[in-house]
Structure formats: structure tokens, C-alpha cells
């Protein structure tokens, strides 16, 4: 029920949208293409949602002289086709400048090499996470227009193999979504936990949106092991949980970022997830995520601030607003120079929220620099558009996902660089 109240809410605003308007002429658009329905359609929902929010926020602040941002947001679906043909409207017709999204790296990719690289549009995704974005980076097409607030899985994969191992899960199955980021995760996974003494008893990927998921599940089983590694999205993940429960797996579950989610657990049933443990891209509590966490899930019409890709898209979108308000202008190149510049070290920092983002206008006003520091943290963009910060480790306790530590950026590398 909450859900179909949620996607109502969501395509009723989408349709407002497209009604004709009498906005002021300087409004300017960007595009947000999110995975509102389909196996990602739960991220999406929320990524939509803390655009809207952050927007929200900086046009109550002043806007861009005045001028305010609007989100021209489109359903990819979650599907890598269907999200090029929203991109491309978006660039070719309605002209924006950005385009934040996808949520899922087999939407972002496609944008990215299909549209916003070609275009020189400038391109935002708040939970695309395939170490596949920084090769494109690296071979240089990209343009240099995308930019994520996650870190690459090349680093989730290493932190969830230490975790893994430190919980004593030294013997386990691996189920994974048969796409980019599946395929990325489970690999960058295999390399550390392996060398850290682990043992992969099978890996068995899977394709998405399937009825039942007995005959993986089964397959998994195969060596004994003592947990399952599921690499997956919340839709697809709880059925495959069942399965994996209902066959006589053992009820001890390594979980990645995605996967923090509410309806997944009821979905399965708290009382099998009581051994199920998780990472995320971390968050170095700041001001701006306190603002969040008390006012997003009022915002939003009931979704939670814990709700997956929820914080980091709020990011994404002040990040975007701040970018503009620095250019000055509705133009992808400035706009794109004018990103790293409003995260980077030196600045006034500034957090969420409209007193914050009013601080922030004047500062850019006067010409000195800002630093936001977001719900996730403070950030930084490397060359390729990547950010690195802290790993959060999780664990699920009464139904409800408990932060039970935290793993830094350094100490993941040092174990990436040992592989």
C-alpha cells in the first residue's frame, strides 16, 4: 500500500510537470532521470524525492538571482534503453544543461556514452556505483562530465570482503545480479576476500525480474556454505532470500548498499535476518545530514531517510544547484568546471538546508569559495568524477538496520593495494 501511495504521489507531481505553466521565464531545467519503477524502482522513488528537496531548499534560499531550479524528472524504468530515450528528450528538446541520474549503473552507463558525454551535458548520479564509470573516465569518454556521490564498488567490493571476514564469514555462496554492477561488485569482492583467507563456494549471477529463484538458490548451495553474499536490488533480492531460506540455506546474509532497505526485510521476515550484515558508502555525520534526517521523511510523504540512494541524492542535486548558482548561467561547460569547485577544500563550508544554501549564494556573490559538506559527509571529486570517503558497516537487529561501525577510506585501500 505504501508503495502504490508513493508511485501516485510521484506520477501525479510528474504530470503536473508537463501541464502547461507560467513559470518566469529564467526558471532553469534540469533533467532528473530516476529508476521510479522496475527492480530499482524503490531508489528511485527517494533519489526523486531529495532532488525535489534539495531544489526545494535553494530556490527558498534566492535561487540563481532570483531564477529558480526545476526538475524535469523522467522514468528510466530501470531499464538502459528506456533511459537514453528520457535522456535524449531531455538534451535535444528541453535543452538542459544536466541531467542528474541514473540511480543503477545499467542506466547511467547507457546516458553517459549515449548522451550526456557525446552532448558535453553534465551528468550526476547519486548511486551508480560500477568501477565501469572511472574506466570510461580513464580512456577518456567521458568528457569529463560525470560525477557520482558514491564511491566506486572497486573499493565496496574490499570493504564488504574485510567485514565479511571480521564477522567470521570465512565460507560463502555468492548470488549476483547479471549486470555491470553485479558482475563488478562480486569480482572486486572475490579479489579481497579471497586473499583475506575467505572461500567462494559458488557464484551463481542471476537475470532480473524472474518469478521464482529456486533453481539459483539451489545452485548456491552447493559446498556448504555458511552465509550467502547477494548482490542484488530489494525487489529481487527478498525473493531470492525466500528461496534461499525456504531451500535450507543457512540464515547468515552479507548485503550490499542497496539492500539497506525497509520493505526488503519485510519482505523476507526480520526473524531470518537477524545474521545479516551490510555496506555502504559511508557517511561522516555533518549538520546537513542532520537537517536530512529530521525532515526528509515528512518531505517526502512517509519515505525514510535511511531509504536507499535517499541522502546521497539530496547531495547530488545541492551539489547541481550550487554549481549553477557558481556559473552563473544555464551552460554544461561552466557548470561542469563549477561542480568540484563548490566540494573543494579551502572553502566556507556550508550544509543542507535554506539558511545554509542563503549563506552559501552570498558567499558565491561575493566571489569567495564554498565547500559543501553534505548528508553524506564532506566529498571531494577526483579527475574522474569519483569521490572517497568512509565505508559504513551495518547490521539488521529487530528488523531494523543498526550502524555498527565505520571503515575508512585509507584502510580499504591499503587492503585494495595488497590484492
Known amino acids: 500500500m505504501r508503495t502504490t501511495f508513493l508511485l501516485s504521489t ?30 530499482a524502482g524503490e531508489y528511485g522513488q527517494a533519489g526523486a524525492k531529495s532532488v525535489e528537496m534539495a531544489f526545494r531548499d535553494f530556490n527558498d534560499a534566492g535561487g540563481v538571482d532570483g531564477c529558480k531550479i526545476v526538475a524535469d524528472t523522467r522514468d528510466s524504468q530501470s531499464q538502459g534503453n528506456v533511459a537514453v530515450d528520457q535522456a535524449t528528450q531531455l538534451v535535444n528538446i528541453k535543452k538542459v544543461p544536466v541531467i542528474i541520474g541514473g ?7 547507457p546516458i553517459l556514452t549515449s548522451v550526456t558525454a557525446p552532448a558535453g551535458v553534465v551528468q550526476v548520479s547519486p548511486a551508480s556505483s560500477s568501477p565501469t564509470l572511472t574506466q570510461l573516465g580513464r580512456d577518456g569518454k567521458t568528457n569529463g562530465v560525470f560525477f557520482r556521490t558514491i564511491t566506486s564498488d572497486a573499493l565496496q567490493g574490499t570493504a564488504a ?6 564477522q567470521g564469514l570465512k565460507k560463502i555462496a555468492v548470488i549476483n545480479v547479471n549486470n555491470d554492477f553485479g558482475v563488478n561488485m562480486v569480482r572486486e569482492f572475490t579479489t579481497a576476500y579471497t586473499k583475506l583467507g575467505g572461500t567462494i563456494t559458488t557464484t551463481t549471477p542471476y537475470n532480473e525480474k524472474q518469478s521464482s529463484y529456486s533453481s539459483e538458490a539451489s545452485a548456491a548451495m552447493a559446498g556448504e556454505p555458511d552465509a550467502l553474499y547477494l548482490v542484488s536490488t530489494p525487489v529481487d533480492g527478498a525473493t531470492i532470500a525466500r528461496a534461499w531460506i525456504s531451500g535450507g540455506g543457512k540464515q547468515a546474509f552479507l548485503l550490499n548498499d542497496g539492500m539497506n532497505s525497509k520493505d526488503f526485510i519485510e519482505s523476507v521476515g526480520a526473524q531470518y535476518l537477524e545474521n ?10 555533518t549538520a546537513s545530514t542532520e537537517y536530512f534526517n529530521s525532515t526528509y521523511e515528512a518531505f517526502s510523504g512517509g519515505i525514510s531517510a535511511s531509504a536507499p540512494a535517499a541522502d546521497r541524492s539530496y547531495d547530488a542535486g545541492a551539489i547541481v544547484a550550487l554549481a549553477i ?5 544555464p551552460d554544461a561547460a561552466a557548470i561542469k568546471a563549477a561542480i568540484p569547485q563548490v566540494v573543494a577544500e579551502g572553502g566556507t563550508p556550508v550544509h543542507a538546508g535554506k539558511a545554509e544554501f542563503e549563506k552559501a549564494l552570498q558567499l558565491i556573490k561575493d566571489g569567495k569559495p564554498v565547500k559543501y ?13 569519483d569521490i572517497t570517503g568512509p565505508f559504513r558497516l551495518w547490521k539488521i537487529t529487530n528488523g531494523e538496520v543498526t550502524t555498527v561501525g565505520e571503515m575508512s577510506a585509507e584502510d580499504v585501500t591499503k587492503i585494495k593495494a595488497s590484492n
Open 276 to 285: 545479516a550484515y551490510g555496506t555502504s558508502s559511508g557517511t561522516a555525520p
Open 161 to 166: 570482503a574485510k567485514y565479511a571476514i571480521d
Open 103 to 109: 540511480i543503477i549503473s545499467s542506466v547511467s552507463i
Open 373 to 385: 559538506e553534505g548528508v553524506i559527509g564532506p566529498v571531494s571529486f577526483d579527475q574522474y568524477g
Open 325 to 329: 548558482a557558481k556559473a552563473g548561467k
Open 10 to 39: 510521484i506520477f501525479a507531481a510528474l504530470a503536473a510537470s508537463t501541464a502547461p505553466t507560467f513559470a518566469a521565464e529564467c526558471d532553469i531545467t534540469v533533467g532528473v532521470v530516476m529508476e521510479l519503477t522496475g527492480p
